[in-house]
């Protein structure tokens, strides 16, 4: 996420850029939504107010559920602008993607839900990505690969069809992760931060 500070300076913008917990320099031991939309909250109320949010992978999940207020108990985020990134559009595929990786069985992958339900006070369902950006109506930009082997690219399709306020930008060849430093990508999430 580091290439897109200096573009965003550029032009004028203050940015902040912070480790999920469990990730970068952050503590703890783990990161599940909850625990994400409680950090942005944190960083989103000390440095509100805030224009834009640029978001990876699952920091897209994280996202859109502080935005969409999903999970109960947290204290809304609120920006003008979200910038996602080769972002997941369902937590629900890919939970079922994950139970059946792993070869959990019926009972088991609705004893995982039933888990992901008591620790996000709500059931994985509620974090489908085309109804959160529905739900919020705010000018997204998502940007994903065709070769994405984490994430497919009909999570981005299905985000695109939120409604006309997301636009989609596709790439070609970059992966889940070198897209992060793709100049194309920077141009993009740059210019459409700046409006």
């Known amino acids: 996420m580091s290439a897109f ?3 965003l300076l550029a032009q004028g913008f203050r940015v902040v850029a912070y480790d999920m917990p469990a990730h970068g320099a952050s503590t703890g031991a783990e990161l599940n939504i909850p625990l994400g939309v409680a950090a942005l ?13 640029v978001a990876h992978s699952f920091g897209g999940a994280i996202a859109l559920a502080g935005l969409a207020r999903s999970v109960p108990g947290q204290p809304r985020v609120r920006t003008n602008r979200l910038a996602l990134v080769a972002a997941p559009s369902s937590v629900t595929t890919i939970t079922r993607n994950f139970g059946a990786t792993i070869g959990l069985g019926r009972r088991g992958q609705a004893a995982l839900e039933r888990r992901i339900h008591s620790v996000a006070g709500n059931p994985v369902e509620a974090f489908e990505g085309r109804q959160q950006l529905e739900a919020i109506s705010l000018p997204t930009l998502v940007i994903h690969d065709r070769q994405d082997r984490e994430l497919d690219f009909h999570h981005a399709q299905a985000l695109a069809a939120a409604g006309s306020f997301v636009t989609l930008q596709e ?5 889940h992760r070198r897209i992060l430093q793709a100049k194309s990508v920077l141009e993009g999430v740059t210019r459409f931060v700046v409006g």
């Open 5 to 7: 500070v200096q573009p």
């Open 41 to 53: 909250a944190a960083v989103a109320r000390v440095f509100a107010p805030v224009h834009a949010i």
């Open 171 to 175: 790439t070609s060849g970059l992966g």
